[in-house]
């Protein structure tokens, strides 16, 4: 039995501008047929095992031709696969769906079109551009500028585009911009015309150049100002001086690698949206339940004792997270707890046990093992006996520490850490050409892992496709940690928390932003 395709329409390239229509196709397709105007991020929608197609240009082979992408979709709907074609913008907008959806039906092929957020109307107003205004344009053309002179005095009518509606809005013509002017110079329209192009726009590339029609094809080449880009022709562009909005957000025009589990990663990518930035999620470590009859039995003995703790402390909310599932798993109660105080390392993990009924003691004010043992150091006694639920890969310096004092220290491994299994070659690509601006590093082992899986996709030595890229580290361990694997970190905060990790990263971008003009 034949499967389906949807011809689906991913717009401009911010991920949240994908409509959810479109998300859900993702998730349950078996294979993705996706180019380069895709944000990588729609890949991790995909479901554990989906097969991942490009069909746009690589080094050693130039883009697939669009009767063998045609062909391809009908090959993977014969075999009975639900297929995804995601396409940039809206599909119906010079994506040539009508050829891909025309073979679908005469294979008998069932399909749908799924339309997107077209780049003529969102790219602009991610520059601050509305398309119409009641004081400048009333109406707007859509026109292709992709063709060369001849193609385009064939498909395109000057004498009438060039003054049909209020604005013109050009897809990718950058390459003919001097003659599009002069074409639209020639047939009516002012040389004063205010132009503006905008160059990858929604995405962390966004650069915008303004001008006029007399003056614009100039400017294009003083700035080598390359494709992909949306043109606007009209009055309408003079509004971006008032209304751009997204170059004046902290962190625009940078992408930002979170390698954070991708069970905690949500708090730090949606931060990083939230003030303009763009998150690129590259889990390096997944947080799993031990497996093993020794393994659970230790845990099953460390935490069936719990009334006999004078202390418990927890140093991440991943310590805290595990600790409850294990409980749970046990049949444990929690008020066993009953006479043991419990210490927290950093607020988030505070939060943690809070939002469980456990108020810990006064948070230390470095938010690391030595700040907690500085804060509760005078309070401990000889013979107390301590519980310390953890990961796997935790350092020992803690119950080293709590040992020389005299207590008796129970380590519980409640969660191990491990490498994910996933390969990206996307993010290759984007290191190689360098729009990766910053990698985060939340722990000791998300800065081993990224490298290790760096070096499992192919590079024998990451460190050189490092040496531009921003290194942030969320507190001094884990930048000890990158400084002893070779890197360069660049970006510590004062505190060792999410929050100050991103409010770091905006005082470090606006030093380096470009102007806002």
Known sequence: MAGKVYLVGAGPGDAKLMTLKGMECIQKADVLVYDRLASPRFLKWMKSGGEKIYVGKLPDRHTMKQEDINQLLVDLALEGKTVVRLKGGDPTIFGRVGEEAELLRRHGIAYEIVPGITSAISVPAYAGIPVTHRDYASSLSIITGHESPDKLDHSIQWDKVTNAT??????????????????LIKHGRPPETPVALVRWGTRAEQETLTGTLADIEAKVTAADFKPPAVIVVGDVVLQRETLKWAEAMPLFGKRIVVT??????????????????????????????????????????????????????????????????????????????????????????????????????????????????????PQLRPGEKVLLPRGDLARDWLPEQLTELGLQVTEADTYETVVTGEDDIELLKLLEEGRIHAVTFTSSSTVRNFLD???????????????????????????????????????????????????????WNETTRPSLG
Not at 167 to 178: E, P, R, Y
Not at 468 to 487: D, F, H, N, S, W
């Open 166 to 183: 209020g604005t013109l809005i050009f897809l990718m013509g950058v390459a003919k911009i001097g003659y599009i002017s002069a074409q």
């Open 260 to 377: 954070r589990a991708r069970s905690q990663e949500s708090g730090l990518v949606e931060m990083i949206e939230e003030l303009g930035g763009e998150p690129y999620e590259f889990p390096v470590i997944e947080t799993i339940m031990p497996e093993g009859v020794e393994k659970k039995a230790r845990i099953a003995e460390a935490l069936g004792a719990l009334e006999a703790y004078d202390w418990v402390f927890f140093t991440s909310v991943n310590g805290v997270e595990f600790f409850f599932r294990h409980l749970a798993e046990l049949g444990a109660d929690v008020r066993r707890l009953h006479r043991a105080r419990i210490a927290a390392v950093g607020p988030a993990t505070a939060a943690a046990l809070a939002a469980r009924g456990l108020i810990c003691e006064e948070l230390p004010q470095r938010f690391q093992a030595e700040g907690l043992l500085e804060q509760l150091g």
């Open 453 to 507: 899986i760096l070096r499992r996709m192919g590079l024998s030595d990451p460190l050189p496709l490092l040496e531009k890229v921003k290194i942030a580290c969320i507190g001094p361990v884990t930048e000890q940690t990158a400084v002893e694997a070779g890197l360069t970190p660049g970006l510590l905060p004062d505190e060792a928390t999410i929050e100050a990790l991103v409010q770091e990263l905006c005082r």
